[in-house]
Structures are given as C-alpha cells and as structure tokens.
C-alpha cells in the first residue's frame, strides 16, 4: 500500500488561522502542517477581491511546491475572496474554506437573534450574501457587525488590552441592544479574543467558531479523496511573507510552543 508523504497546508492573512491550526493538529496528530501567515499584507478586511485572490493564489502554489495536497484556508475574508478560484486553479487537490458559521448559530440560538462579528471584506462579499439568503427562510434575524481594527489587536498580541476591550465593546454592543443571543466569530482571529469577548458580553451569550467543525470536514475530504496517510509523529512548519523575527514572536505567544517562522521565497511575497 502506498502511503503519502504529502502535508497539509494552511494560510490566512496573518496569524489568526493559527485557531484553526490549533484544532487541525488535534484532529490530525500525525499530519505534516505547514502554515503561511501573509503577514506582509495583513489585513485582508480592507483589500480588494482581485488583490485577496492574487495573494491566495501566490499562497497556495507555494503550499502545493512544498508538497501540500490539501489546503485550508484558514481565513473567512480570503475564502469569500478567493475560494472559488483555487478550487478551479487546483482542482486535484481538496481546498477546504470557512465562512461564518450561520447554520450552527441558528441551531444554538434561543431569542432568534444571531450576530455576526466579521471583516468589512467578508461582510460586503457576494459570497455571504448568499450564505444570508440560504437561510433567509429560517425565522432568524442575522445581524452583522463589521470590526475594523480587531485583526490588528490580534496582529499584535493585544490579546486583552484596553484598547482591544474598547473595540469588543463598541462592536458587540449594537448586535446585543438588537437582542442577539449568539454571536458568530466570523473571522479566524477573534477565537483568540474569545476570553475577552466573554467578559465583556458576559455568560448568556452563545459565541460560535468553526475551528473543530473545519478540521473535522478536513479529515473527512481526505480519507475519501487521498491515499492513506501515515501514522508518524506529526510536525509543523512556518512561513511569513512579513518580518520573520516579529511573525516568531507573536505566533509563538498564540501557539504556545517557541515558533521559529521563515520568511516566504521572494518569488511569494
Ligand atoms: N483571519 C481573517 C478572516 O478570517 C482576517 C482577515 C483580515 O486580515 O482582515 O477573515
């Protein structure tokens, strides 16, 4: 029986895929992973659809050079963007997105308010505007909330400064006042602003994130659509387009183990 040697790789605009990673590894204990934070254009939020996709592109030719057959992008903003694109480009290997989380929301929430915590990119894209419609029909009201700023809180490990709190307050806030009792964590960062979005929302309010639910779709694609894999100690690998010394820092304050980035070839920045 042949088993791959093939690896897994990952990437979002900066370091907030790493909450994603994070349940990848779990999910996968024996799987290589390699992950590109594209810190050099962080953030995606406020960039174009044609400049997301040119960087997942870039992104993902790299990943598949270093022997990934299959990616996550590990970024809400970048799926909307780019998704459908790599799917085409790269249509041998599975490409795994994430969205935000409604269905899982609707199921959760009580008062039949849901709130969306996400980038202006995500929020404005063509993408979750059908995502919207397909459960139009549901007797939910979805609220959504664009938070520029926060992806930059993360960015620089203000995990729960004043600052970051400030930011929590002013975007919750109006979703609560409209009477949601679930917030979605539309964006891969904020997971690890979740500590912090709890005291300030308090306990009755269900957050949703979609970290395990991806990793789990992941290993489903990959039992039905690779060969079998193996069964050896699993690694992981870091990449940044931005300054290496700096993405270390902060990813392994995030990772919580020490992370030693490299910066991506030229070729890829
Ligand atoms: N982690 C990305 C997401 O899930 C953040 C995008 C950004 O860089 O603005 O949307």
């Not at 599975?94 to 609707?106: F, G, L, R």
Request: proline share 5%.
């Amino acid at each position: 029986m042949t088993i791959s040697t093939g690896v897994i790789g990952v990437f979002d605009s900066g370091v907030g895929g790493l909450s994603v990673l994070q349940h990848i590894r779990q999910t996968l204990p024996h799987e290589r992973l390699i992950y590109v934070a594209d810190s050099g254009h962080v953030p995606y939020g406020d960039k174009s659809p044609a400049f997301i996709e040119t960087r997942s592109l870039a992104i993902a030719r790299f990943l598949i050079g270093q022997g990934a057959d299959a990616i996550v992008i590990a970024c809400n903003t970048a799926t909307a963007a780019a998704a459908h694109t790599l799917r085409v480009k790269f249509n041998k290997i599975p490409i795994v997105a994430m969205e935000p989380a409604v269905k899982p929301a609707i199921a959760v929430t009580q008062s039949r308010v849901v709130g969306v915590l996400a980038t202006v990119g995500t929020l404005e894209s063509a993408r979750f505007a059908a995502l919207l419609e397909k459960y139009g029909g549901w007797k939910v009201k979805i609220e959504t909330q664009g938070c520029p700023g926060l992806v930059e809180q993360v960015e620089r490990g203000e995990l729960h400064s004043a600052r970051t709190r400030e930011l929590i307050e002013r975007y919750t806030a109006p979703l609560l006042r409209k009477g949601a009792d679930t917030l979605i964590l539309g964006c891969t960062h904020y997971p690890f602003l979740a500590p912090l979005i709890r005291e300030v929302v308090g306990e009755n309010i269900a957050l949703i994130d979609t970290g395990a639910a991806v990793a789990r779709h992941l290993m489903y694609r990959m039992k039905a659509e690779l060969p079998p894999r193996g069964d050896g100690e699993g690694s992981e690998e870091f990449f940044t387009s931005g300054n290496a010394e700096d993405a270390s820092r902060i990813m392994s304050m995030l990772w919580g183990k020490e992370v030693v980035a490299q910066q991506l070839p030229q070729a890829y920045l």
